[in-house]
């Protein structure tokens, strides 16, 4: 017994977790509002660096803004410049991917939900400090830096905290509402990108920036009001404080026996991985996600390499490429005469097409349509590459093969939106035990970050006019990349749909990935460390560790 809690577990699989409640979908659902700020601040810059007002305010050159043209060049010619493109882009990546490192470690020592409010408040900072800019590029480009670094922070403990109080049944399509918030954050940002476009003020980016404190008032508000993760308190060995935070996640009273079991599997499960993964100093902890075999599903190097690998795999499916540059690329084609409306279109594609993976992901599993997602992916892109360079080529002008372009740059935003963009977030949160599950996201979560950038540093460099120039064949680039992220998720990424997170565990220590949807436990964690009542023969004795 501690802090007033029985710590005997159950030996039936069945019992391992409480029954769904209402309450358990509305605190995962407000959680996923963080993914507004990942999306808002994705969807907005690509806007904006292709707004009269701001382009004449980084180069210069006069724009008339009553016959939307500009005044003494090649209206070809009056973009933002690759270099600055690139550095305001890439910036607010490079500030995630800080974020998400130090977040997930701060996440350890105070808490999932004081980190998340924490986030706010640095999020909020980076936005003063870039509508307080005016022509500053070293102003605007440290408060995108610091902004960043604010949105790597909940990025990544916003996975952690949901992955952790969502009940395993639904944990696929709770943790996919994170995503769909993203999504309608890139929707929010098109939207009011497309209304200021043609101002001619400041007011034309400042306000797509100064709506984002609203975003940070909503999430750390309604964050005091809701519980800290149980999982965190067992991790600091304050069992009472989990059991009342568990109850309230799962709307049960505090004496219940769902309680009393689950959060005996809890413990047992922190127990087991602690034998194989001790308390060690602050530098050990973190190469402690690096130890291990790498043939051994289970081992913590494993599980670093699929979750790091996973979130590179999602960016190298080219997505983000439409969302940051999409305008920019939408002009290049010739033939669309609002690339601002073409790109708020792709992002209500993208809307749209993401509550199916609610379904989807725990009907059909989180392998299955990673699998057929990146196919799909695959043939759109390469149709686009091979349209772009044979009818759609820019000096034939065919309106009717830059239309079949965007209906398959849809359809790819489609297959994305459905598969990849949610399930890499799901597994995440999913695949690492407890000692280093806070330092596992968040090293994946940097890795998204972190691709991100490189992307979004390149991706100016290989489509713009005065550089490499590629326009449609940057797709012969992103289905190839897509072909080797399809391969990752075929021979690397396990099936574990309806497990709990302790079940994973086990799941990932018995089978080999291609064998995991087969799977199901046979015991409970409570009987492993003989946290029972009585007496039971152990069925992992007859496991034998696979690959």
Same mark, same amino acid.
């Given at each position: ?21 209402? +309450? ?8 996923? =509002?963080?993914?507004? %700020? ?13 707004? @009269? ?39 607010? &990546? ?68 949901? &992955? ?44 797509? /920036? ?19 993760? @149980? ?16 109850? =309230? ?73 439409? %969302? ?83 209906? =398959? ?25 407890? @000692? /280093? ?12 970050? =972190? ?31 897509? /072909?080797? &992220? ?10 574990? +749909? ?13 089978? @080999? ?35």
């Amino acid at each position: 017994m501690a802090g007033g809690v029985v710590l005997q577990g159950t030996t039936d699989v069945s019992r391992v977790e409480a029954p769904v409640t209402v +309450k358990a979908y509305l605190i995962c659902a407000f959680a996923a =509002f963080g993914g507004i %700020f990942f999306g808002y601040d994705t969807g907005w810059m690509g806007g904006v660096l292709a707004m @009269p007002y701001f382009i004449r305010l980084y180069t210069g050159i006069d724009y008339d803004f009553a016959t939307k043209t500009p005044i003494g060049v090649d209206p070809a010619k009056f973009v933002i410049p690759s270099s600055t493109a690139s550095l305001f882009t890439s910036i607010l &990546s490079l500030g995630n991917f800080l974020g998400a490192l130090v977040g997930g470690d701060i996440a350890d020592f105070i808490g999932r939900r004081p980190t998340i409010i924490g986030g706010c408040f640095v999020f909020t900072i980076g936005c003063i400090l870039q509508i307080a800019s005016t022509n500053q590029e070293v102003l605007f480009v440290f408060g995108r830096l610091i902004a960043g670094v604010g949105v790597g922070f909940i990025s990544a403990v916003v996975i952690l905290y949901m &992955s952790e109080i969502a009940p395993k049944k639904v944990r696929g399509a709770m943790v996919s509402g994170y995503q769909f918030c993203i999504t309608i954050g890139i929707l929010f940002a098109n939207i009011v990108v497309y209304t200021s476009q043609d101002r001619d003020d400041t007011g034309s980016y400042r306000i797509p /920036i100064g709506i984002q404190f609203l975003w940070a008032i909503i999430l750390a508000v309604g964050l005091f009001y809701l519980p800290e993760s @149980p999982r965190f308190f067992v991790k600091k060995g304050d069992i009472e404080k989990a059991a009342k935070a568990l109850a =309230f996640v799962r709307g049960q009273p505090e004496d219940s026996d769902y309680i009393k079991d689950e959060l005996a599997e809890i413990i047992a499960n922190n127990e087991f991985e602690m034998r194989s993964i001790p308390q060690m100093s602050y530098i050990q902890s973190w190469l402690a996600c690096l130890k291990g075999s790498l043939s051994k599903g289970d081992s913590p190097i494993r599980r670093t390499l699929l979750g790091s690998g996973l979130q590179c795999a999602q960016q190298f499916t080219g997505i983000n490429f439409i %969302f940051y540059f999409g305008p920019p690329f939408f002009k290049q084609l010739g033939t669309i005469q609002n690339p601002f409306l073409i790109s708020l279109i792709t992002t209500l594609v993208n809307v749209l097409s993401t509550p199916l993976s609610f379904y989807t992901i725990e009907r059909f599993g989180r392998r299955t349509i990673l699998i057929i997602g990146g196919c799909g992916m695959i043939v759109c892109q390469f149709i686009i590459a091979i349209i772009g360079v044979t009818a759609g080529r820019t000096e034939l002008h065919n309106a009717s093969a830059v239309s079949a372009m965007i209906a =398959f740059i849809s359809i790819n935003i489609s297959f994305f939106a459905s598969t990849w963009g949610p399930t890499a977030w799901v597994v995440v949160g999913e695949i690492f035990p407890l @000692p /280093i599950r806070s330092r596992g996201v968040g090293i994946s979560t940097a890795s998204n970050w =972190f691709w991100n950038t490189i992307i979004a540093v390149i991706t100016p460099f290989l489509v713009s006019a005065d550089k490499a120039n590629l326009g449609p064949k940057v797709f012969f680039l992103w289905g190839s990349a897509c /072909i080797l &992220s399809t391969l990752f998720a075929y021979f690397l990424v396990p099936e574990l +749909k309806g497990l709990s997170l302790e079940q994973a565990d086990m799941c990932m220590a018995s089978v @080999p990935p291609r064998k995991s949807a087969a799977w199901k436990p046979d015991h409970t964690f409570a009987a492993e460390v003989e946290h029972v009542g009585e007496d039971k023969a152990l069925a992992s004795a007859a496991i034998e560790e696979k690959v």
